[in-house]
């Protein structure tokens, strides 16, 4: 099964695909889009499917540059992130986020850009994550 609940390639999610799936989760999903949309420049959100073990995705982007991917799940979804050093040095001296989060950010790069990482994440803990990644 996909990371995703959607891995039909034929088929891209649809709005109320989404609020379907994600049930009561939506409301931190929508919350964290529109964080993402009123707080930085030239914002992007486009579907997604990479892999079939992966399934659709919403990439949020700034610019070029990719801020965070969105994965819907059954009931939930997980943030993915790939920072870069600099960005997994700052989250690791971070005191506001939380222990388990740090845990799972790799020590080694997962890629040719970073640091890749899927967490379960509450709204305030993802705006943190946001953040040091678009500073970094």
């Known amino acids: ?3 995703s609940y959607f891995d039909n390639k034929a088929i891209p999610p649809t709005d109320d695909s989404v609020v ?3 049930s009561d989760s939506f409301e931190t999903w929508q ?3 529109e964080y993402v949309s009123a707080t930085y420049k030239n914002i992007s959100a486009e579907w997604k499917m990479y892999t079939k073990d992966s399934g659709w ?3 949020l982007k700034s610019g070029k540059r990719t801020l965070l991917y969105l994965v819907p799940q059954q009931g939930t979804f997980v943030l ?3 920072y870069s050093e600099k960005a997994r040095e700052a989250a690791l001296a971070r005191t506001d986020l939380p222990d388990s989060i ?3 950010i790799p020590d080694e790069k997962q890629c040719v850009s970073g640091h890749g990482f ?3 994440a509450g709204f305030e803990t993802a705006k943190i994550l946001i953040e040091i990644k678009s500073k970094n």
């Open 1 to 3: 099964m996909a990371l």
């Open 20 to 22: 379907a799936v994600l």
């Open 31 to 33: 919350k964290i889009v």
């Open 57 to 59: 995705t919403l990439i």
């Open 80 to 82: 993915h992130f790939v």
């Open 102 to 104: 740090k845990k799972q």
């Open 118 to 120: 899927t967490v379960e």
